[in-house]
């Protein structure tokens, strides 16, 4: 029976952590604050936005939230982001994506300042991903991966690893940061030949395809660490992930739930970004 890898554990250390950090800055008069902007009130963001806004109270942040109607004019949403970006006050902003208007998207993600992009979603915050240099941080999901993993005592280090997924949310950036702990990394996705051999080719297989029940168990190899990334709602209300995880948990070395997996770190690296951007504001302030 596979070792599960639970995400709980590693976000309550880690929360632990950043709690010390928030202190530490609002006693140096810094009070670390997460603006979030949400255009519309469809039910996933509106619980997203909870999630994580009760993860950075209980850490110590502060989180302001604009909530814009859904037929708002393009301008008043750059108007809310440009007011991020002048505000001193405010480290990090969290814009609940997809939009309805995807150039308007596009248009706030080009505006944003990657400084207090904590999300991850700006070009600036990429190009620190692929280059391992300048402003900006990872996708949360992605860096939950590296933290859930290095968290339950995974060693990464020239480990054979496969992504299935290239999206710029998940799977891309995630390779490029396994890539710094020195994993051998393969990204591949569902039009991949020979799919299922490729997988069963990993010590370490990251499903993030978005498709529910993609990875039956006959694609992983025994001793397998598994991580999925995928969450979807069945007919029935009930969650699961990319990966059967029934299948899954009689054949890998480690899995993740679904839920109870990553998605239990995810709000708490977003956290993290906030204290870190709040940090690095304190430091350029004194200097």
């Known amino acids: 029976m596979a070792r599960l890898l639970l995400g709980a554990p590693v976000a309550a250390a880690l929360t ?16 670390p604050t997460l603006r979030v902007l949400r255009v519309g009130e ?27 109607p859904a037929e708002c004019e393009r301008e008043t949403l750059l108007d809310a982001v440009r007011a991020v970006n002048a505000d001193p006050g405010v480290h990090g902003c969290l814009l609940l994506r997809p939009l309805p208007d995807y150039d308007a998207e596009a248009a706030a993600c080009a505006l944003l300042d990657p400084a207090k992009d904590v999300d991850g979603m700006t070009v600036g915050s990429m190009a620190a991903v692929f280059t391992g240099s300048g402003t900006g941080f990872a996708p949360c999901t992605a860096e939950a991966v590296i933290a859930l993993l290095e968290g339950s005592g995974v060693e990464l280090e020239g480990k054979r690893a496969v992504v299935i997924g290239r999206s710029l949310v998940i799977g891309r950036p995630l390779a490029m ?26 010590e370490l297989l990251v499903a993030a395809a978005g498709r529910p029940g ?6 992983i190899a025994p001793g397998q660490t598994v991580v999925d990334v995928g969450v979807h709602v069945r007919e029935d209300g009930s969650l699961c992930g990319d990966v059967r995880f029934d299948e899954a948990e009689g054949v890998a070395g480690a899995v993740t739930p679904v839920p109870g997996g990553v998605g239990a770190v995810t709000t708490t690296v977003l956290a993290k970004h906030v204290i870190e951007a709040a940090e690095m504001a304190a430091r350029d302030r004194i200097k």
């Open 16 to 31: 632990e952590e950043l709690t010390r950090r928030a202190a530490a800055l609002r006693a140096a008069g810094v009070v």
């Open 42 to 68: 469809q039910p996933d963001d509106v619980l997203y936005e909870n999630v994580a806004a009760k993860r950075c109270e209980r850490i110590g942040i502060e989180v302001r939230r604009v909530t814009l």
């Open 177 to 202: 940061l396994l890539l710094r702990k020195n994993a051998t990394v393969t990204v591949c996705h569902t039009r991949t030949r020979e799919l299922a051999e490729v997988c069963r080719s990993a």
């Open 214 to 219: 993609l990875v039956p168990g006959d694609w």
